[in-house]
C-alpha cells in the first residue's frame, strides 16, 4: 500500500473501527484485571490494566498502521484510553499523558513509512506506554485522586490501601511489564499480520 499523506473518508472510518476495537481490547482487560486482581491479592487493578492491553493490542495497532499508513491514526488510537478516563472523572488529567507517547509513536512510526518491522515495534513499545496515565495521575496528584475516589463513595483506608501498595520497586515492576508484554504482543501482531492479514488481502 503507498503512502500519501492526504486522508480519505476510508482513513477515518477504519481508523474509528480500529479505535473501537482498540476500546473493547482495554475493556476487557480492565475487566479481567478487576476480576483477577483481587483474587490475587495483587491491588488496586488500574495498575496492572497497561499490561494487559499491551500484550492484546499488538494486532489492532500492526494492521492500524499497515491500511492507513498516515501520521495521525495511531495518535488518534493512543488517545482512546486518555478519553475513556476523561469521560469517567476518575483521571482526566491522563489524556494529557496518552496524547505525547501517541504522537511519539506515531512519528515513530511514520518515520519508518509503516514500512519497517523494526519501526513499528518501537513504535508499538512506545505506545504501549499511552495507558500509564492513571498511574502517572495518582502519584503526581494524591489529593485530587483521593477526593475522586471519596466522592464515589469509597473510605479513606481503601485510598490509603491503594497508596501502601504503590511502592517504588512495583511501579518499575509494572513498568517493566508493560515493555515486555509490548513485546510481545507485537510481534504477535507482526506474525498474525504477516501469517494471515497478508494472505487474506486484507492489508
Request: a positive charge; one cysteine or more.
Amino acid at each position: 500500500m503507498s503512502q500519501s499523506s492526504r486522508w480519505k473518508t476510508q482513513d477515518f472510518i477504519t481508523t474509528g473501527i480500529f479505535a473501537a476495537l482498540y476500546f473493547i481490547i482495554i475493556s476487557i482487560s480492565l475487566g479481567l484485571c478487576v476480576l483477577v486482581a483481587p483474587l490475587l491479592g495483587l491491588g488496586y487493578p488500574f495498575f496492572y490494566v497497561p499490561i494487559i492491553v499491551a500484550l492484546l493490542g499488538g494486532a489492532i495497532f500492526m494492521l492500524l498502521a499497515l491500511r492507513v499508513q498516515k501520521f495521525g491514526a495511531l495518535t488518534f488510537l493512543g488517545c482512546v484510553f486518555g478519553v475513556f478516563n476523561f469521560i469517567s472523572g476518575l483521571f482526566p488529567k491522563s489524556l494529557l499523558i496518552s496524547l505525547p507517547i501517541a504522537l511519539l509513536a506515531d512519528y515513530i512510526a511514520c518515520r519508518s513509512r509503516y514500512q519497517s518491522r523494526k519501526g513499528l515495534l518501537v513504535s508499538y513499545v512506545v505506545f504501549a506506554y499511552n495507558c500509564v496515565g492513571p498511574m502517572v495521575s495518582m502519584l503526581a496528584d494524591k489529593d485530587g485522586f483521593t477526593q475522586a475516589l471519596v466522592d464515589m463513595g469509597r473510605s479513606m483506608e481503601y485510598v490509603e490501601t491503594i497508596y501502601n501498595q504503590m511502592s517504588t520497586g512495583m511501579t518499575v515492576g509494572v513498568l517493566l511489564a508493560i515493555f515486555v508484554c509490548a513485546l510481545i504482543g507485537g510481534y504477535f501482531g507482526q506474525y498474525l499480520t504477516r501469517k494471515h492479514f497478508v494472505k487474506a488481502g486484507i492489508v
